[in-house]
């Protein structure tokens, strides 16, 4: 029993249903050529390059990926050389470490600190809880845009009203700290709201014993309650996840494309603008950017897709 | 008091950090432990100094120190930087002196960003109808399979784990164009037009029809968001009315458009509102595959575009807001529906 489902009562029904299928009617030939050639297409650009990024420079550049289907097994053509320039000389080994340093932090704080704030929204009782809340809810769909110039200044210089300094420069800029504390601000507000929902609807009843029991807040949050909501974090940290290792555009005005810093999604524009006819190292580049997203889709799919039905059909 | 004394020491480990020349594995790692350990610790610390408090206090600050660091973030990250985004677009390029309404003029005046606007209205209407459309139809058409509609959707899906930059080299991938003379075509696309007997197109070049080549792109992205949703929503109807219609003699057609459609019309309503949303969010297809050349401008490249490249603070501001007034309507009504629903539990 998950609060997530609790949310999200399609999923829960589905669920149901699959299991007797009766009113289900089932498709013909139409439908199963129709879904076929739907997802052949969404297949085919992905399958291209990754086929190119095995292949040798002259190959890409000579033929079409799609000549060696005719012969796949001409061991001359591949290769793995376009990885090895990609990650060594290209510099897209460093990129795939600095992503990992941005991603992993920039995920785990804005949950922490989200977790702890929708606790409080949903069990404890204070002064302006409700319009906080709401507050939340309005900040769900700021455009990062609105937010970037003020941050880059409070960074750069630190902030001041009028001529009075109100703390200096703290030369966040081109740091990972800046970069994390930037996500934080943009992933918190959906963190929240998704969290709360979660923990807000689990029964009072548990929390109640456990205040008998003499635990305080602290305990009952992190004994209790963080064990309980492993859905609600999990499905929230995949997105979060996903979604700050593909961003380019705080890590670009954040941390800057300076190689000792940059991330994958820099590192992959910036080869796409200098080398753009270079195939069989922008293929490899691509790959390397998307290998660990896709794997943690792949894996952690069904936690993602809860997740997604939670915080999509809520807005 | 804590929370400073917290990010000085954090300062601290990155300075350390930075002027050693340490490995940068070892920098990284040392990174990510400080980083996620450091926020529990935050919390610990100041969970432990309000238990120093009297008991009458501490138990009325304590929910502070839960939500503390959230209103604290959500204030420097969010709310003071939209309250500094609309003054900064009333000033000049650097922010030194009030300028009026010149930037706002800038922006409804200048041709780049009048090709901008009327493009991302474009953008607005075609990607969300066509990622929710083609989204509803495979929902309803993989409904009907009896094995493999979860690696069906799982592959529509998979776009949605890349990012717009490799789904951008991805598709320049399959736009590749090279003209006479300068070898043999690549891209998939001009190897079909050969294979039908026509002359390769510089794709992304061509206006106005490249809008539309970028737009592919999004669409590729965003239809497995549509269409997982979509799928739970349809699943979510009642067999049993779906049944009676059929008895009564419905079509399958009949049956999708007067029942389906109008029962999950809400959730449709839902997914293509979030995703006209991502749409005017969307930057970095633009910004990597045609950089805004050739008539594909689109008002949030603009925006990093006069803000980061440009330096024009003023100008960047301005677009900014003009993105964020497009965006309030859908705020005020997420606020509303939240009121609904609290009033409802």
């Known amino acids: ?315 | 008091m804590v929370p400073i004394v917290a990010f000085l020491l954090l300062r601290l480990t990155f300075d350390f950090l930075r002027d050693s020349d340490a490995n940068l594995i070892l920098v990284v790692g040392v990174a990510i432990v400080v980083g996620v350990g450091g926020v529990f610790f935050l919390f610990w610390a100041m969970n432990r100094l309000v238990d120093l408090f009297p008991e009458r206090y501490a138990e009325r600050v304590r929910p502070y120190v839960f939500v503390g660091p959230a209103l604290v973030i959500l204030s420097v990250f969010l709310i003071y930087p939209v309250i500094n985004t609309i003054i900064i677009s009333f000033k000049d390029a650097n922010s030194d002196s009030f300028v009026g309404l010149e930037n706002f003029t800038f922006v409804f005046t200048d041709d780049a960003m009048l090709r901008s606007l009327r493009n991302t209205v474009g953008w607005i209407v075609v990607v969300p109808l066509f990622a929710v459309g083609i989204g509803l139809a495979f929902a309803t058409l993989a409904d009907r399979l009896r094995r493999g509609e979860a690696a069906a959707k799982s592959m529509i899906f998979l776009p949605m784990a890349i990012s717009f930059v490799g789904a951008a080299v991805v598709w320049e991938f399959i736009y590749s164009f090279r003209p006479q003379g300068f070898g043999t075509n690549i891209g998939l696309l001009n190897a079909v037009m050969i294979g039908l007997g026509q002359e390769p197109t510089p794709w992304l070049t061509s206006e106005p029809w490249n809008n539309g080549f970028l737009m592919v792109t999004m669409v590729w992205l965003q239809t497995g968001f549509a269409m997982v949703i979509l799928s739970a929503a349809i699943k979510s109807i009642p067999d049993e009315i779906i049944e009676a219609a059929r008895i009564d003699g419905a079509s399958e057609l009949q049956v999708f458009r007067r029942i389906i459609i109008p029962t999950i019309l809400p959730t449709i309503v839902v997914v293509a509102t979030t995703m006209v949303i991502n749409v005017l969010k969307v930057f970095d297809i633009v910004f990597v595959m045609t950089g805004g050349l050739n008539g594909t401008e689109v008002v949030a490249e603009r925006m990093v575009r006069e803000f980061f490249i440009q330096g024009n603070f003023g100008r960047g501001a301005a677009i900014a807001v003009v993105l964020f007034v497009a965006i309030v309507p859908v705020m005020i009504w997420n606020v509303r529906r939240f009121r609904e629903q609290e009033a409802a539990r």
């Open chain 1, 1 to 315: 029993m998950s609060a997530v489902e609790v949310e999200t009562p399609p999923v829960a029904k589905a669920r149901v249903q699959r299991e007797e299928p009766i009113g289900v009617r089932e498709g013909g030939w139409f439908v199963r050529i129709t879904i076929l050639a739907v997802v052949a297409i969404w297949l085919v650009p992905t399958v291209g390059v990754l086929i190119s990024s095995f292949r040798h420079a002259d190959a890409v550049n000579s033929t079409g990926w799609w000549t060696v289907l005719a012969n796949p097994f001409r061991t001359a053509e591949w290769t793995l050389d376009n990885y090895r320039s990609v990650l060594d000389a290209g510099g897209f080994g460093n990129a795939f470490l600095n992503s990992l340093a941005v991603t992993l932090p920039a995920t785990v704080i804005p949950i922490a600190i989200a977790a702890f704030a929708a606790y409080a929204f949903s069990w404890m009782d204070f002064p302006g809880r409700h319009v906080m809340f709401v507050v939340v809810v309005g900040l769900l769909v700021v455009p990062l845009q609105m937010t970037l110039i003020p941050i880059l200044r409070l960074y750069v210089s630190g902030a001041s009203i009028g001529e009075f300094q109100l703390f200096p420069d703290p030369d966040l800029a081109g740091t990972y700290l800046g970069v994390w504390l930037a996500h934080t601000g943009f992933g918190l507000p959906l963190a929240t709201y998704l969290l709360r929902n979660y923990i807000g609807s689990l029964p009072s009843s548990i929390i109640e014993s456990a205040k008998i029991d003499g635990a305080d807040h602290f305990t009952i949050f992190w004994r209790l309650i963080v064990p309980l909501s492993v859905p609600a974090l999990a499905a929230f940290a995949i997105f979060q996840f996903l979604w700050v290792w593909n961003d380019l555009l705080v890590a670009l005005i954040f941390l800057g494309g300076g190689r000792d810093v940059r991330v994958l999604t820099v590192a992959l524009r910036e080869l796409s603008g200098a080398r753009g006819e270079d195939w069989h190292l922008l293929t490899a580049a691509a790959f390397v950017s998307m290998a660990l997203p896709l794997v943690v889709f792949f894996s952690l799919q069904r936690f993602f897709v809860r997740g997604l039905t939670a915080g999509g059909v809520k807005g």
